[in-house]
């Protein structure tokens, strides 16, 4: 998404793009916080969450605590923001466990070892 929108930007189409992200009723964002933002990510992001405030669902998943936003978009300001946003009217849902990766991969290795 943000590459998208730093594309659309550069060929100066940022205002269609952004209407493609504000308007559908549901957008999932996956991974938010995998990689950090730069400050033009940042401000996409900032920007697409702002547009959808109160008019459309977001799924987002992360597997970073909200103590850690600042660090991912280098401004705890526009970090607070965003979290402000997202969770007003939302639902926070907190999953701790193993990594289904990290399970499936060692059920795999377990059934590959003849018995």
Do not use: C
């Not at 938010?32 to 799924?59: C, M, T, W």
């Not at 289904?100 to 290795?109: E, L």
């Amino acid at each position: 998404m943000i590459n998208y929108l730093i594309a659309s930007q550069a060929d100066h189409s940022l205002h269609r793009a952004m209407k493609f992200y504000s308007s559908p009723r549901l957008l999932v964002i996956d991974e938010a916080g995998y990689l950090p933002f730069d400050k033009q990510g940042s401000d996409h992001f900032f920007n697409v969450i702002s547009s959808r405030y109160e008019k459309g669902s977001v799924i987002l998943t992360t597997n970073r605590p909200f103590k850690d936003w600042g660090k991912i978009f280098h401004d705890n300001t526009v970090a607070s923001a965003i979290i402000d946003r997202l969770v007003h009217h939302s639902e926070v849902i907190k999953i701790e466990g193993a990594s289904y990766r990290v399970n499936d991969r060692k059920r795999k290795d377990n059934l590959a070892i003849p018995q």
